[in-house]
């Protein structure tokens, strides 16, 4: 049991979930499973449905049918300390522009109940930020951002880790960075889902392939070398089908 | 949890404030000049209009109110940091509640401001009864601020949100604007009606508990897209 009273969970399950936006469908139907080790590329188009899947992992979208299972229980039965046990990284970057980089993770922090002194710092010195961390967010690159916004998703050491284009904007060099941490944090039992329309940047990285187009799943499988190839066949088949 | 998370977000608020002050200057500029045309249109020749001074007062209170309620969840809009905070693990009605407080203070120092330059261009005793005209105003400003942060936290990702804000507020708030005008011409009166004033107090104070108790059960499943 963890700090939070939720239980480590080692797997995260969608059960046939829809979510419909008014007439719009957002998602139709998904099943999906991730498992501690995994880093789960959920690739697709513009529009696919991407990111509302990650919301409703998140807890922050509710499917309209269907259900999401976090270690076999769902997120009505967690409560609110299932919360504490999920990070999140959007393309916006959930932070203050106004405060500086230290007050913003020392504000992240109180909220999930880390202490502040040395968690804080570790996270400033792991974003390359050691010494501006009394600098303003809002004088920061986006690369600085990026970084900073990654330690502040993490900084409750989450066992469910959230994705949604992580690397829009970034330099190869802040590429570099995001995935080592990716891979690092799934090395150490984490499970990270990662949306992505980048295939390059998905190639290599990914363990696992969820490729979803208009709000239906159409392939999950072990991630191979030549990701775009199979992006482009699957893609085909579903257009002809 | 809930109320360390409440403090929590209304000090973090208060922390960007200081830095930028964008929040503050502009609703304390624009209720100020609401107040100085409206006494160069009610006051001729040094007599102002007979119980102009309490609708002025309420008027200038919600108007520059709406604009800080815009601008404090315009805040939260850019980065999408309110989703961050609803991810949080703690009760999402603290996160409500922070938020609120936030608007209560900005408003409360707007009335500093506004009750004694009020009571100066109109001529008006506002300072007889202070104690029922400091509670008449907390209960009012709290009714305002609790309907008005439930929907502006609604409208957050609505395109329309600049135009739905008013139009959902102005006709929720009514009640608490008769109340708080209704109280205060009473307070205005010579000698001043305390109790119509403490009737309207009582009334207000029920809406702040009937309007607090809905904004606390519906915050978290109207966020949850």
Redesign the interface.
Known sequence: MSKSGVSDFDSVQLLDVSRHFGRRRALAHVSLTARAGDILGLLGPNGAGKSTLIGVLATLVAPTSGEVRYGGQTAHALGSGLRRRIGLLAHELHLYPELSARQNLDFFARLYGVETGASVDAALDRAGLGDRGHEEVLGFSRGMRQRLALERALLHRPRLVLFDEPFTGLDDHAVGIVAGRLRELAASGAIVIIATHDLDLADGLVTRVALVRDGRLLLDEPAQAGLRARYRSVIAQAGHA | MFVS?AL?VLK?DF??EV??REILYTTLLFALSCVLIFSIAFVKEGEPLLDAAAGILWIAVEFAGTLALGKTFE?ER????L??????????AAIYAGKMLGVVVLLAIAEVLLVPLVALLFHAPLFAQPLLLVALLAAGTLGFSIVGTLFAAMLVRARSRDVMLPILLYPMTVPVMIAGVRGTSALLQSPADTATAVMWIGLLTSLDVVFMTIALWTFEPLM??
């Open positions: 998370t929590l973090k922390a960007i830095r930028s805040r850019y980065g999408e940091t989703r961050a905070l609803l991810l949080a693990p703690a009760p999402r949850t897209e």
